[in-house]
């Protein structure tokens, strides 16, 4: 299958080099470009990408705001697609919030050519972009800004397995690390890890990380 890909940033030359550079590989076909939030969500309307390469900052309306206009159910618009946020980590403050309105991954605007690539198809592939090298110390260090924590009733719904499970999906360890801690097959994890998702109804680990640090569950550097 080929992956379809809206690219949004404000600054051409960058709108222009990722393009290249998903282009330049069979499986990925970049569909369309946009300069602002307001046109990303003008033009996923129409062309409806499989995946959009968000930018954070930009005029008009922003990645965040655009990233939860896209992301939000509509009736007259069932197609939903996968936001990967582009970032520059010292200088946006704003990429836990952006995952929480709804995107699958963020990616720093300095990787590597390969790695842009590699995020678009994990993220294509219905599966969240949460590195734990980067990303766990991303939302620990948000989650350290947020309000107090308030416990959300869906957790209540958790068997003790799934909540344990919960909280190593929060430090970031993948299905296989987890499954090497706990002593217990991949395919288990798996299957824990998607009723997890059904019963707090999250889309991915993003969100259900999110959802972790929200309640208290997972704490900042545990």
Known sequence: ?????????????????????????????????????????????????????????????????????????????????????????????????????????????????????QAVRIVAAGDALLAPSVTRRLLERFATQRPAPRRAQALAELTEREREILVLIGRGLSNSEIASELFIAEQTVKTHVSRIFTKLGVRDRVQAVILAFDSGLVEPAS
């Open 1 to 117: 299958m080929t992956v379809s890909v809206l690219v949004v940033d404000d600054q051409a030359m960058v709108r222009a080099g990722f393009s290249a550079i998903l282009d330049a590989h069979d499986d990925i076909h970049v569909i369309g470009q946009a300069a602002d939030g307001a046109e990303a969500v003008r033009l996923a309307r129409s062309l409806r990408p499989d995946v959009v390469l968000m930018d954070i900052r930009m005029p008009n309306l922003n990645g965040i705001d655009a990233t939860r206009e896209l992301v939000r159910p509509s009736r007259g618009e069932p197609h939903i697609p996968r936001v990967l946020v582009l970032t520059t980590f010292d200088a946006d403050d704003y990429v836990y919030d952006a995952l929480a309105a709804g995107a699958s991954g963020f990616l720093l605007k300095d990787a590597l050519p390969e790695e842009l690539v």
